[in-house]
């Protein structure tokens, strides 16, 4: 362990000379990065050195216990501190993932269930709009295609924090909602009142701080235009403003037709583009570094059922975690904290056991 805080503390160090460099600054995302790095780095040193502290404070005591026999009695509460401090540095030093600092895009798509679908998909968009608002971070609907009674077939949203803070990043919360969810509830379609089950996906990518992190070669994309629809496929727009970028290589393709600008439905075509390929490398790279996954909690099939929402009931199930409450018409207002807590702490106890095999 010291072994490794030791190259921990250098690394902070050098992260500390880089961050007090003016033309680092001048690269935003470079200098959230480092500032990213930093804070997780700053956290674990300052742990050890108050370890380090109580273990000299508990060495002194003893000494000076054999002159003043009164001193003996703050040993136990000293060892307690040590304890403590030495289970903090501990959590600390599991290893996370790097990308928890990050913002997101998400896509929300509609799944089984037609128009049903599409219109829980609006509602989970509701959801993580208002989960995202109490804490403190902004959404940006990035794309949306609407279903013919107000739903969504398909929306994309980017969620950012203004904080470079691992704790408080986008990813670290939001990377355990990839996955199907399950609605069963009566359907506003529904005329004779019977409980329909439903299903919506939800993707989840870290976002790209730099462009420079993904290489994209600009001959490897078809660019197509086109006039945007609205529901039902009738035209919204008369100009070609309306986007579709295909990326040869990997196959992804993405289509952006929200802004009334070309330019700007392109620019958002390539955030989007960056950040599909930066998690297809992620995992491509971890397939082959180790049989372990990053998360034990978030990786998985994509096309996974991950959570229940059962509206008779009022309740919500989490099938990863065994996570259940009847407090559902909060949960879709944006109390969602104790359904990742319940993913965070699986996931905290996996790496824990991890570092014991």
């Not at 991950?306 to 559902?328: C, M, Q, S, V």
């Given at each position: 362990m010291l072994e490794s805080i030791d190259q921990l503390a250098t690394e902070h160090g050098q992260l500390q000379q880089q961050l007090a460099d003016p033309a680092v600054h001048q690269n935003p995302g470079l200098a959230k990065k480092l500032n990213r790095r930093y804070l997780e780095l700053d956290r674990i040193v300052k742990a050890h050195h108050h370890l380090t502290s109580l273990n000299d404070d508990l060495e002194a005591t003893k000494e000076l216990a054999g002159e003043d026999a009164s001193l003996a009695d703050e040993i136990p509460a000293l060892?307690?501190?040590?304890?403590?401090?030495?289970?903090?540095?501990?959590?600390?030093?599991?290893?996370?993932?790097?990308?928890?600092?990050?913002?997101?895009?998400?896509?929300?798509?509609?799944?089984?269930?037609?128009?049903?679908?599409?219109?829980?998909?609006?509602?989970?968009?509701?959801?993580?709009?208002?989960?995202?608002?109490?804490?403190?971070?902004?959404?940006?609907?990035?794309?949306?295609?609407?279903?013919?009674?107000?739903?969504?077939?398909?929306?994309?949203?980017?969620?950012?924090?203004?904080?470079?803070?691992?704790?408080?990043?986008?990813?670290?919360?939001?990377?355990?909602?990839?996955?199907?969810?399950?609605?069963?509830?009566?359907?506003?379609?529904?005329?004779?009142?019977?409980?329909?089950?439903?299903?919506?996906?939800?993707?989840?990518?870290?976002?790209?701080?730099?462009?420079e992190e993904v290489e994209i070669n600009q001959n490897d994309l078809k660019i197509d235009v086109y006039r945007s629809?609205?529901?039902?496929?009738?035209?919204?727009?008369t100009t070609d403003s309306a986007v579709r970028i295909t990326h040869m290589p990997s196959g992804i393709v993405v289509s952006m037709q929200n802004e009334k600008s070309q330019l700007q439905n392109r620019e958002a075509a390539m955030r989007v583009l960056r950040a599909r390929l930066l998690a297809k490398q992620q995992e491509e790279q971890e397939a082959e570094a180790s049989e372990k996954r990053k998360s034990q909690i978030r990786g998985m099939d994509?096309?996974?059922?991950?959570?229940?929402?059962?509206?008779?009931?009022?309740?919500?199930?989490?099938?990863?975690?065994?996570?259940?409450?009847?407090?559902?018409?909060?949960?879709?207002?944006?109390?969602l904290d104790p359904v990742i807590d319940s993913c965070v702490q699986a996931d905290e106890e996996a790496r824990l056991q991890e570092l014991g095999d």
């Open positions: 060892e307690a501190s040590i304890d403590e401090a030495q289970v903090t540095l501990r959590n600390l030093l599991i290893p996370r993932d790097p990308d928890d600092g990050r913002d997101v895009i998400m896509e929300i798509k509609g799944g089984e269930g037609g128009e049903e679908s599409a219109l829980f998909a609006a509602d989970l968009l509701r959801m993580y709009i208002h989960y995202a608002e109490s804490r403190g971070w902004k959404t940006e609907v990035l794309d949306s295609t609407e279903s013919d009674l107000g739903g969504y077939k398909n929306v994309q949203v980017a969620i950012k924090s203004s904080s470079a803070d691992p704790d408080q990043g986008v990813w670290a919360r939001m990377k355990y909602e990839g996955g199907v969810h399950r609605v069963q509830r009566v359907p506003a379609t529904e005329s004779q009142g019977r409980i329909h089950t439903s299903t919506t996906g939800v993707l989840v990518f870290p976002e790209v701080d730099e462009p629809s609205g529901p039902g496929g009738q035209s919204v727009n994509r096309s996974e059922r991950i959570r229940t929402y059962n509206f008779p009931e009022n309740r919500i199930a989490d099938h990863r975690t065994g996570f259940k409450a009847y407090n559902l018409d909060q949960v879709m207002n944006g109390a």
